[in-house]
């Protein structure tokens, strides 16, 4: 599997997750603290969430590309995930298998959906279960965050891998904003744009079909 690729499951299956926050000098944070509470009580008011999402990636803070496209998940485990031109892709995840399909390469890449996210924090969140393995802390609005109408902010941080998701919500505690940062210098920063949370999503939104003529890398079942 190309780094690529890597970079795309890992901040597309965020979504599946909704969560993540910094110990931020806290160190770790009980999960039945009164902050891992009052994010459940968010988190648990998405059922399905769908909308469009501008995607800006940044490499040690120097921004190396801009994505847009549309998505839809449901929680616990789907996920749609298309990226628009020039860099369309297809990520699919049916609860079992996730599906990545890059056109410019005639390719579909296919994975185990429990071994794509068992290294990833996140799949903790979203069975909404043990949160041990997380930090967990509410930030403080800045400026910058008041200024586009953020009313909260969390931070979730992988005690085993370092990596930090920020959520960021509205005053209605519509899910808005989130920056997925890796241990390898790599920021994804998304807006979340007319999002519609809690509607009806057809199931064949969350299969995928494997086009004619492509190659298949199929990463199941793979040392």
């Known amino acids: 599997m190309t780094m690529r690729f890597k970079v795309v499951i890992a901040t597309t299956l965020t979504l599946l ?19 891992s509470s009052m994010l459940r009580q968010h988190l648990a008011r998405i059922e399905s969430l769908t ?24 929680r616990p485990n789907l996920l749609y995930w298309k990226t628009k031109a ?25 994975f185990s959906q429990i071994d794509a996210m068992a290294a990833n924090p996140l799949l903790v969140l979203l069975n909404d279960s043990d949160w041990s393995q997380f930090s967990i802390s509410r930030l403080a ?17 992988g005690h085993e891998d370092g990596q930090q998701l ?8 519509e899910l808005v904003a989130m920056t997925l940062t890796d241990t390898f210098g790599q920021r994804s920063e998304f807006r979340l744009l007319n999002t519609r949370m809690n509607t009806a999503i057809p199931a064949s939104r969350f299969v995928f079909e494997v086009p004619d003529g492509v190659d298949i890398d199929d990463q199941r079942n793979v040392n």
Do not use: R
């Open 166 to 173: 920020k959520l960021s919500f509205n005053a209605a505690e």
């Open 86 to 110: 020039p860099e369309e892709s297809v990520l699919v995840a049916d609860g079992e298998t996730v599906w990545y399909f890059n056109p410019f390469i005639d390719q579909v890449s296919i």
């Open 17 to 35: 997750c909704i969560g993540f926050t910094s110990g931020v000098s806290e160190g770790a944070v009980n999960p039945e603290s009164t902050e």
């Open 51 to 74: 909308g469009q999402f501008e995607q800006t990636i940044f490499e040690y803070d120097e921004q190396v590309e801009q994505l847009t496209g549309d998505f839809a998940l449901q």
């Open 141 to 157: 609005l800045n400026a910058e965050s008041m200024a586009v109408d953020i009313k909260e902010e969390w931070v979730i941080t």
